[in-house]
């Protein structure tokens, strides 16, 4: 639901657009005067503004010019006197979407409201078409992203789209590269053909120049047939070389080649050939050391270095943590049926401090784990991976550790979300008893944990690994015994 501020001297008005609005299913707030309605944007997250000119205190123009300044992304709609023209000539010049004269019939208002919201998520949601090709994203896919860092990266690709030059996408791992360089084909003019990606890093050596040039048959063991490497493939479309600082000092030299001259040989071929592929290139890798270290060639660096985009780490834009952590809440409610409202308090606060060395990668996975562990409401501390929840940044150092997390959770993600799904109630622990007390000289937390890991692991000892056998017959429900399978890092398989 959208969020809207309507500001107006006139009560009358103020509550007829109110009402209007409110009918189409937004969220309205009131201000009496642009002064009262500057504080109110400072105070809360509007998605559109609409707003009078001649009021009391701060007019609309003058309001209009402090809000951009605050939020230079905000829509705002000003509403003129009618035939009042210089008003609405210098609302649109300070940034105003548009402008309605009065009287205001409530269909137009809406009407132009809509369009504008529309030109906004159209900046924002990029218009992935979904091409077989492309890895990962889907027609869902949004780009997320409030903070000016983001705004700026934002603007950059809306005019880099426009461009056919090289880019070089740079960025820690998980910070949106890929996401970036479909940004860029799927909002330009090259969005309707292919968009091809090469991982460089992961073709081995002696693939990669066939892979991406293509190769006659019959030039090299194994080449049965002809094939047509992806340069030629994308062909009127985007190519996109992920992990390009990760191609050997051979390649590179064969690239930069290709690059400049626009055309290439298939292996064991004579024919050259010309083609026209946009070229985005990404890699984390520092080329600035590389070239000094001379493992990356400046010739290469510079040709592909053309547009840079930059994508800062999310612990440098923590103001968009809120915005992602929302996003893949949506994202995950639809994607599993479920309803998760938020996070608690604490929750909140752990995953703003939190250093997020995987990047926006490592936050969908832990949201995504959360949906799976948690079973109230609201994401609470317990459901949260055990180095985001002790802030040890160093356990999850690049995305893999929790990417595998996430992998090894695959097979039991789907029986536990079923089970979600028809029992929202809160699980028992029938065995939540220990030994006697002069025994144990650990706290009593301590000495819990200790006793469920060996029962649970002497229960699926017993049940050859089997979680429904094991569930049934040692009388926990499947779902605690999932939980507390991955709390204790417990592999079943070596039970088989
Ligand atoms: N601004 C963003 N808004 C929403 N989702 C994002 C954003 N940035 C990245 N993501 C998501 O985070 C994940 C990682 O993004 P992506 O694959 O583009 O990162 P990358 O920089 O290419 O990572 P790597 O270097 O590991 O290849 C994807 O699921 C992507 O959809
Ligand atoms: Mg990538």
Redesign the pocket.
């Known amino acids: 639901m959208h969020r809207v501020l309507v500001v107006d001297d006139d009560k009358i008005l103020q509550e007829s657009v109110k009402s209007a609005l409110e009918f189409h299913n937004f969220i309205v707030d009131t201000a009496d005067n642009g002064k009262l309605a500057l504080s109110a944007v400072h105070k809360e997250k509007y998605d559109l503004i609409v707003m009078d000119v001649n009021m009391p205190e701060m007019n609309g123009i003058e309001a209009l010019v402090e809000m951009k300044k605050h939020d230079p992304s905000l829509i705002v709609l000003i509403l003129t006197a009618f035939s009042n023209v210089q008003d609405a000539v210098a609302a649109v010049k300070e940034g105003a979407y548009n402008y309605l004269e009065k009287p205001i019939s409530s269909d137009n208002l809406v009407a132009l409201i809509k369009r504008a919201l529309k030109a906004r998520s159209l900046i924002q949601t990029m218009a992935f078409s979904a091409p077989s090709l492309s890895l ?2 889907g027609k869902d ?5 409030e903070s000016d860092v ?1 705004q700026k990266v934002f603007s950059i690709i809306a005019k880099l789209a426009q461009v056919p030059t090289p880019v070089l996408i740079r ?1 820690e ?7 970036v360089a479909k940004a860029i084909h799927y909002n330009g003019p090259r969005k309707d053909d292919k968009f091809v990606t090469i991982n460089c890093a992961a073709i081995p050596e002696n693939l990669i120049e066939s892979e991406l040039f293509g190769h006659e048959k019959g030039a090299f063991t194994g080449a049965s047939e002809r094939k047509i490497g992806k340069f030629q493939y994308a062909d009127g479309g985007t190519l996109f070389l ?1 992990e390009i600082g990760d191609v050997s000092a051979t390649m590179q030299v064969k690239l930069l080649r290709v690059l400049q001259e626009r055309q290439f040989t298939p292996v064991g071929s004579n024919r050259v050939i010309t083609f026209d592929a946009r070229i985005i290139a ?1 890699s ?1 890798k520092p080329f600035e050391d590389m070239i000094k270290e001379g493992t990356f060639r400046e010739d290469l660096f510079y040709r592909l270095n053309v547009l840079p985009v930059y ?1 800062p780490p999310l612990r440098n834009r923590t103001s968009d943590i809120p915005h ?1 952590v929302s ?1 893949y809440i949506d994202y995950f409610n639809n994607l599993h049926s479920l309803e998760i409202k938020g996070l608690t308090p604490e929750v909140k606060s752990i995953l703003t401090d939190y250093g997020w060395p995987g990047n ?2 490592e936050l ?1 996975n832990v949201i995504e784990h959360a949906f799976i562990i948690e079973s109230s409401d609201y994401i609470t501390l317990g459901s949260l991976p055990a180095a985001v929840h002790s802030g040890d940044n160093e356990h999850t150092s690049g ?1 893999n550790n929790s990417e595998e997390a996430m992998i090894s959770m695959d097979a039991i993600k789907d029986s536990i979300l079923d089970e979600k799904r028809a029992d929202n109630s809160d699980y028992q622990f029938t065995f939540a008893t220990i030994g006697s007390e002069g025994e144990i000289k650990l706290d009593f937390q301590e000495a819990k944990d200790q006793f469920e890991k060996s029962f649970i692991v002497q229960a699926l000892k017993y049940n050859k690994g089997k979680i429904n056998q094991t569930a049934l017959k040692a009388n926990i429900p499947k779902k605690t015994l999932l939980r507390k399978i991955e709390k204790y890092e417990i592999n079943p398989k070596e039970f088989y």
């Open positions: 990962g994203g896919d949004q780009f997320v992203g983001m960025g791992s998980g910070t949106g590269k890929e996401l992920d990404a984390h994508l992602l996003y926006i990668r969908r995305n």
